[in-house]
T-cell receptor
Framework: DTEVTQTPKHLVMGMTNKKSLKCEQH?????MYWYKQKAKKPPELMFV???????INESVPSRFSPECPNSSLLNLHLHALQPEDSALYLC?????????????FGPGTRLLVL | AQSVTQPDIHITVSEGASLELRCNYS??????LFWYVQSPGQGLQLLLK??????LVQGIKGFEAEFKRSQSSFNLRKPSVHWSDAAEYFC????????????FGGGTRLMVKP
């Protein structure tokens, strides 16, 4: 099973709302990632978790708060977002440690902030 | 720091014609190179990757890529394109000095004419 699942598929939220994105994998991967992808652009790395600990934060605003409650789950908590945060949010997972390890991507959550 | 350039933003080919998508990278050591494909509204799927050994790499869906160190290139090829190949293609480089981080090129959108 090489599947990464993400929920919800679509999300519309106001700037004062609090919502969460969820990502799950059962491949035994101990590295998990959040990417943000704007239309017609490549994915941009936001966060990396390795062995359930935050290892990379690419200077992401604090209105995005990641959480890795266990080795299979990754959440992204959203609060007080701006319209420019509207994008496709992709989760990925891989075996940790080496750059040659393949990252497996989920289908993404398409977020619209009004 | 590593970087990736995909010189062609859009490419249109006729169904059944051959395809070559260009990718140039910048990295001081031997890179780990990946090609991903993204269908509209979907996540990224790995087509193939190179990290050592034979410089001609075979992937899924009939794609192959050739690593040329002298030209800092990792071009993706397919001998006969199918209409279902229409998608966005991303070349990416990973480097051990950057942990699990992938650096993506800007992407090439492939359109297939009937």
């Amino acid at each position: 099973d090489t599947e990464v699942t993400q929920t919800p598929k679509h999300l519309v939220m106001g700037m004062t709302n609090k919502k969460s994105l969820k990502c799950e994998q059962h491949m035994g991967h101990r590295a998990m990632y959040w990417y943000k992808q704007k239309a017609k652009k490549p994915p941009e790395l936001m966060f990396v978790y390795s062995y359930e600990k935050l290892s990379i934060n690419e200077s992401v605003p604090s209105r995005f708060s990641p959480e890795c409650p266990n080795s299979s789950l990754l959440n992204l908590h959203l609060h007080a977002l701006q319209p420019e945060d509207s994008a496709l949010y992709l989760c990925a997972s891989s075996r940790p440690g080496l750059a040659l390890e393949t990252q497996y991507f989920g289908p993404g959550t398409r977020l619209l902030v009004l | 720091a590593q970087s990736v350039t995909q010189p062609d933003i859009h490419i249109t080919v006729s169904e059944g014609a051959s395809l070559e998508l260009r990718c140039n990278y910048s990295y001081g050591a031997t890179p780990y190179l990946f090609w991903y494909v993204q269908s509209p509204g979907q996540g990224l799927q790995l087509l193939l990757k190179y990290f050592s050994g034979d410089t001609l790499v075979q992937g899924i869906k009939g794609f192959e890529a050739e690593f040329k160190r002298s030209q800092s290139s990792f071009n993706l090829r397919k001998p006969s394109v199918h209409w279902s190949d229409a998608a966005e293609y991303f070349c990416a480089v990973g480097a051990n000095n950057a942990g699990n981080m992938l650096t993506f090129g800007g992407g090439t959108r492939l359109m297939v004419k009937p």
